[in-house]
Structure formats: C-alpha cells, structure tokens
C-alpha cells in the first residue's frame, strides 16, 4: 500500500449503506482512506483477484450469494489483504465461521460508526503491516545459516528456511505440513513428550537434541524453542492474547563440535585412567617385589619335596603378576626401549608372514606399502607388539573368514588436517591402517576399547589389555590412533607415527607440488568450512573455483559452465541430491566430466557405491593440501599433456 493512501473496497448490495460508509470514512482523522464499492459477489472477486486494494469490507447479504463464502473464495484464491466481514445484529454464528475462515474482524452493521469503523480498519491496517513484516523477517531468516522452522502445537510443520533446507535436506515443500517429530526424530517421542510439558509450564527450552536429516545421517544439534501466543480464531478484539498458537524452534548443527569435544573427553579419560593405573601399579610391584625374593630365597633353603613342588608355582604366578604390572605401566606411560631409527616397512613385512603361517587359511591378507615409506624413531620390538596386537584383534573378529587388508603411507599433517583431530601435530607422518572385514564394534563400545581391562572377548579369552598397552607404546611413541567400524561390515585402525628428518624424507620433501594452471574446479561440499578451506588451497596453486553446498546446486552450476569446468570435487554424502546421484546426473550433461569423490568414510566403503558412476579416484577426508592436490593433477595430467601436445603440434606446423 502506498504510504499515506489506504484503498479500501467495499462489496455490498444496497447504495445507500455504501453512501453511509462513505460519509463514515470522511469522517477519519489521520490516515488518507479511498473508498471504493462495487455491488455484487463475482464483481467483489473481481475485484480481488487484481489485488489493488488494501483492505475489503464485505456485507454478509449478497443476494443470492453471501459475504462469508466471498470471504473464503478470496482466502482460497490467496488473497492476503485484510478482510472484515459485515454482519447483522445477534449473527455470533456467521461471525465465529468467518474468524475461522481468516478474517481480519468482524463488525455489526447496528453498531457500527465512524469511530468502530476506524478502531477496526486501523487494526486490519496494523495486522497487514505486521504480516508484511514477517514476510521481510522470513526472507531475513532464509539468509541466517541455521535451521528455523515453526511447528503448530498439533506437531505440524508450517514454516521452513532455507537453513533448515541446507541443514535437514528436506525442501520447504516437503517439510511444511508433516509431522516435526517424525521427520526429524522419530525414535525420541517420549524426549519430545516432556520437552513440551516444560515448554507450557516456562514458555521456552534450550538443550540439546539427536536427529536425523533427509538421507539418513545422524546429527547433533543446539535446539531453542520458544512458544509463540496469539490471540484465537473466533475471540473478539477485546480478548486477551494469552493463547499457545505454535513453536518458534531455532537449531544450529553442533555435530562437529561435539565430535571433538568427544575427542578431548576420550584423552582426558585416557589420562586419568592411565595416572590411576600407574599408581596402582606401582603399589602392586612394591607387594609382589618382595613375595618373589622371598619365594626365591625359601627355593634355596628348603628341601622337602612338597615345598621344592609349591614354591616354583608361587615364583611363576608372581612373575605373571608383574608382567600384568608391566603391561598397565606401558599404557599409562609407554615402555622405555632404546629407539633407533625404524623402517617400519620391514615390520610390516614380518607381520604379514607371521599372519600367512599362523592365520586360518579362509582369512585373505592383502597389503599395499610404498615403495619409499619414512622412518620413524622408535623400538622395534615394541612397534612390532602393536602391529602384530592389531592384526590378532583382527584375526579374532573374523571368525567366519574375511580379508585382511595392511597398509602404509606417507602423510605430511598441514594446519587444516590438525584442527580437525586434537591429537595431530603439524609435521611429517607415516600412516598405517588396519583394516578388516570383521564383526564390527558397536558405537556405544568404540570409546571405551582401549581402557585396561576392558574387553568384549568371552571370559578367559582376553585379558583386556592388549589394545591398551598398543595404545601407551603408539603415545610414548608420539602418535594416536584414529578407528572407525561398522557392525558387520568390519573396522579400521590408523595408526599415526612422527617421521624422522631422514634421507628418505628429504627427498620426498624435494618433490615439489604440482601448481595448476588456471583450470576451473568445482567444489560440491555442504560443509561449508570445507568447501571455504579446499577454495582457498586450490586458488593458491593456480586453480579457478566454484563451489556448490549440495547436489542440486551443483548441478545447476555444471550445466550452465561444463564447458569451462576442468573437474568436479564431489563430497558422497550431502543433502537434496547426494554425491552417487549428482555423478550421474553431471554424465548425463557430460559423459566424459572428471570427478573426485570425496567422503569422511573409507575408500572401501564407498567404492562399491559409485563405482558405477564411473570417478576417477577417491580422497578421504581428512586430507591435505598435498594430497588434494597431487590427486587433482593425476586426474587432470592426460589432459594436460594432450593439450601440450596440440600446441607442440601446431608450432611444428608453423612456416
């Protein structure tokens, strides 16, 4: 509406209460209104369907149509004016059916004056700004970044931003109208059941909240709910504005932070178990340091025969009791050991002999090791424990048969790669994985695998120390450890080593990293930390960027610039369109486009669900600078040199 202009519209049948009203609007002081009239229903919704006027006054009594079903036609039309409805003395009824139906007010024709007249057009007015408000609120919400949506107190979605889009996965269109706790998390009824209970009694809530997003992918978020109240359908002007209308629900995705909160928890309770454990043991061996010089000393002092049978079993168990010390000692602080410089690709190389001989034979064992791999410094012996303590733990979660599989890498940790694990330093690594095709470990016992004494063997058949004192020697040693499984499809161990600045190294350090050479990348990645810190990596060596937050996105983008667009960095798991499905939608654009899968999970289980889709490799995340991009330029090369090739071709063709 114009700023100092109200035009209004008034559809009623008889003229002389048109000329009434008329003569009531002259009377207003303040705003400007422009009354206009118009006589009967189809010329009334004419007339709105134009939608060039500011608020509607409808007479009940249209000759053989009515007001109030004028009133729900233009409702249904989409009509968002301010609509009053004019009724006559005592018709409650009419006037409930029409709050019902939308309108603005209601006004009883008896009653009405200039001053009623205008107390209601200036709330209508009111009310149609406030709506032009919360529509220009609502674009503003589409830009915050985190998931806004607003659910009636039946559970129903009525409004979704464009955070929640990006967040959840689910569009407005297939939000709005469902059920909240059903599309989001429908295993936590009851949570949700008492939430709303404090919600009523305190008007508010904050906490935390486990949910699900559209393609199956567990989050954590930080949930702030507010009760909105509002005055009822039905209630006159006079009513109180004390009722629950819906919930205003704000959720910010803090599923990273906790991770690594997790993370630093799991340490702190590493060490406190470790400090426990020490102090215990070092109590232990002050009681059996003496229980064996003494059994000792009695094996040369006595001599009948029952005793030279019983002291040999009490010196035996005392010695097992402080090799049980020792292994508590080596996870709370390491064994010492003389460290050397270790090619620990010659420990690897014993391991997997020792498995072939020893191994049941329906276990495959598979490695793949560098040609050069760094060295490390450390003890032998006691790397060789780890490795061989890691492969055995495999070895047992594959009852059934399965593969093996023992690998080795070279890794440089840059800045990035360390803000994402609090155990990682910037600096040189070598990495080895192992990996099974086991039983898996359950979530809720992953965390808790490498405490002493903890053990899901069956009694007698572990004594729950093997992983912990893996775990003491890899930390004396400078490095951690990174698992990740899946129940029944097996687990994976890396296990990380500071390199040593040997001759090996440097010359790996002399290779340089390949520089690009303007070619444009497409980023596809819906974190948006990821997406900002590959950008700025790859801008730096001489590449060109778009980035995409989802499939959808990515697809519009490639279809507009495929021609220019050299190779797509694609993230596998993303909401609207995930990573297997915009592969093949970006074939169909371009059969020969060049992608890189890019995924949080391993290579190996990922593989199978894109090989179709027919990428050129495969990055996991966490990766470096480095590896982001030598793998760029193994994939761009051919096309490189094919285009050097074409020039060389065209200069020897020169006069």
């Known amino acids: 509406m114009e700023k100092d202009i109200v035009r209004v519209l008034l559809v009623d049948d008889d003229e002389d209460d048109y000329v009434l009203t008329r003569d009531w609007f002259s009377q207003m002081q303040g705003a400007k209104f422009q009354l206009e009239w118009v006589a009967d229903y189809d010329a009334g919704m004419k007339a709105i369907t134009l939608n060039q006027h500011d608020v509607y006054l409808l007479d009940y009594r249209l000759g053989d149509r009515n007001g109030l079903e ?24 009419i006037d409930i059916e029409a709050m019902k139906a939308g309108a603005a007010d209601y006004l009883e024709k008896s009653q009405l004056g200039a001053a009623l007249l205008e107390r209601s057009m200036r709330y209508a007015i009111e009310r149609k700004r406030a709506e032009q408000q919360i529509r220009e609120q609502a674009a503003l919400l589409d830009i915050a970044t985190d998931a806004i949506f607003v659910r009636d107190l039946e559970n129903k979605i009525q409004f979704w931003n464009q955070g929640a889009e990006r967040l959840y996965g689910w569009t407005a269109t297939e939000a709005i109208g469902n059920s909240a706790t059903e599309l989001l998390c429908p295993e936590a009824l009851a949570q949700i059941k008492e939430l709303m209970q404090i919600l009523v009694e305190r008007g508010s809530w904050q906490g935390e909240l486990h949910q699900v997003t559209k393609s199956g992918k567990q989050i954590i978020v930080e ?21 629950p209308k819906s919930i205003l629900i704000v959720n910010t995705d803090i599923t990273q932070k906790k991770q690594l909160e997790a993370q630093f928890l799991r340490a702190q309770r590493m060490e406190s178990i470790g400090t426990l454990a020490s102090g215990i043991a070092h109590d232990l061996n002050n009681l059996l340091a003496p229980i064996m010089m003494t059994a000792q000393l009695l094996e040369t002092q006595i001599h009948d025969e029952r005793s030279k049978r019983l002291l040999p079993i009490l010196v035996t168990n005392a010695k097992r009791g402080a090799n049980l010390v020792r292994q508590v ?89 360390a803000l994402m694990n609090l155990e990682a330093k910037v600096g040189s690594y070598i990495v080895i994985t192992i990996a099974d ?60 080593f500071p390199a040593v600045e040997e001759q090996e190294i440097q010359e790996e350090k002399q290779v340089e990293i390949p520089l690009g050479n303007g070619e444009l990348i497409l980023i596809v990645d819906d974190e948006a930390a990821i997406c900002e810190t590959t950008k700025t990596t790859l ?76 990428i050129n490799t495969f990055l996991s995340k966490p990766y470096t600078a480095k590896e982001l991009l030598q793998n760029i330029n193994a994939v761009l090369k051919p096309n490189r040199e094919s285009n050097q090739n074409n020039i060389n071709s065209l200069f020897l063709q020169l006069p």
């Open 539 to 614: 801008e730096t060596y001489n590449y060109n960027v778009l980035t995409a937050n989802d499939g959808i996105e990515a697809v519009v983008l490639y279809a507009k610039r495929y021609e220019e667009i050299s190779l797509v960095l694609m993230d596998l798991m993303m909401p609207f369109m995930d990573g297997p499905t915009a592969i093949r939608t970006l074939q169909k654009i371009n059969p020969k486009v060049k992608v890189i899968a890019v995924s949080g999970l391993t290579a190996s289980d990922k593989f199978t669900a894109v090989a179709s889709a027919g």
């Open 223 to 243: 949930s702030r709910w507010t009760l909105v109240r509002d005055r009822p359908k039905g209630q006159s002007l006079q009513y109180h504005p004390d009722q």
């Open 70 to 93: 004028l009133l729900q036609e233009a409702i249904a039309f989409g009509c968002s004016a301010p609509i009053i409805l004019l009724t006559g003395q005592g018709d409650h009824e």
């Open 329 to 417: 000692l080596s996870f709370s602080r390491g064994l010492e050991g003389d460290r050397t410089v270790v090619q620990v690709k010659h420990l690897i190389l014993e391991i997997v002999h020792i498995a072939k001989e020893t191994f049941p034979k329906f276990i495959e064992i598979y490695t793949d090791l560098p040609q050069y791999l760094w060295t490390v410094s450390g003890d032998a012996t006691q790397l060789h424990q780890v490795l061989m303590n890691f492969c055995v733990n495999a070895r047992d979660a594959m009852p059934d048969g399965g593969t093996l599989t023992i690998s080795a890498e070279n890794l440089f940790i840059d800045e990035n790669y």
């Open 437 to 496: 095709t086991g039983t898996g470990i359950p979530p809720e016992v992953v965390d808790r695998i490498f405490e002493p004494f903890f053990t899901t063997k069956e009694l007698g058949k572990g004594t729950g120390l093997g992983l912990s004192t893996a775990l003491g020697i890899i930390k004396s040693h400078g490095g951690f450890v990174d698992v990740r499984s899946q129940v029944g499809k097996g687990t994976q161990f890396k296990i990380y």
